[in-house]
Nanobody, 122 residues
Framework: VQLQASGGGLVQAGDSLRLSCAAS????????MAWFRQAPGKEREFVSA????????DYADSVKGRFTISRDNANYMVYLQMNSLKPEDTAVYYC????????????????WGQGTLVTVSS
């Protein structure tokens, strides 16, 4: 397993969660990383991405101002801090690595982890 997401759970609206993604050195090194999510009955959607050194981040409009992506290159970790959670944030969250094109939000990614379920109750 090259990407391992964790940190999901059941929370109430307004609560916070931090998702973590542990990557292998080969998967992580020098690559942009991203978080996607897929809600029940919906297509997978982009949530956030970060470039290799953390100097560039991108967010879906629906999470801007509430979610923060970060990375720890020394430990091959990527995080997604999610604040002010809403019921519509309920989804399986996936981490991904190595975009195959320059635009992080729309690129296809080479590596995917298994998802972690986030459920936000109202």
């Amino acid at each position: 397993v090259q990407l391992q997401a964790s940190g999901g759970g059941l929370v109430q609206a307004g609560d916070s969660l931090r998702l973590s993604c542990a990557a292998s050195k080969r998967t992580f090194g020098g690559n942009a990383m991203a978080w996607f999510r897929q809600a029940p009955g919906k297509e997978r959607e982009f949530v956030s991405a970060i470039n290799w050194n953390g100097s560039i981040t991108d967010y879906a409009d629906s999470v801007k101002g509430r979610f923060t992506i970060s990375r720890d290159n020394a430990n091959y970790m990527v995080y997604l801090q999610m604040n002010s959670l809403k019921p519509e944030d309920t989804a399986v969250y996936y981490c991904a690595a190595r975009p195959l094109s320059p635009l992080l939000a729309t690129a296809k990614y080479m590596y995917w982890g298994q998802g972690t379920l986030v459920t936000v109750s109202s």
